[in-house]
């Protein structure tokens, strides 16, 4: 089992940044790709980035420009820099993680609890 634990949320005015980080922690697991999503009141959760384990990046298209994601493979961590926030940033980001048990056969994806964004207009 992987677990997956996230930070960095918070109350931002508009305009402003954060940045949040995943942290997986297990025993002899190796991480595939890392993703980041969200999920707004009242609306259905959406993939906001993605980061593969040799780093190619996948972005929600409104987002770019605007959010970077990246990952420290060393610490089995994954970031996410969102800058110029608006107001429907708000919402619970997830971290997800792929991975595979080195002593396990086939993947499995751990998800953390999330942490909450509000950002304010």
């Known amino acids: 089992q992987v677990q997956l634990v996230e930070s960095g949320g918070g109350l931002v005015q508009a305009g402003g940044s954060l940045r949040l980080s995943c942290v997986a922690s297990?025993?002899?697991?190796?991480?595939?790709?890392m993703a980041w999503y969200r999920q707004a009141p009242g609306k259905q959760r959406e993939l906001v980035a993605s980061i593969s384990g040799s780093g190619g990046t996948n972005y929600l298209d409104s987002l770019k420009g605007r959010f970077t994601i990246s990952r420290d493979n060393a610490e089995n961590t994954s970031f996410l820099q969102m800058n110029s926030l608006k107001h429907e940033d708000t919402g619970v980001y997830y971290c997800?993680?792929?991975?595979?048990?080195?002593?396990?056969?086939?993947?499995?994806?751990?998800w953390g609890q999330g942490t909450q964004v509000t950002v304010s207009s």
């Open positions: 297990g025993r002899l697991f190796v991480i595939g790709t």
């Open positions: 997800n993680a792929n991975y595979r048990l080195i002593m396990g056969v086939g993947t499995n994806d751990a």
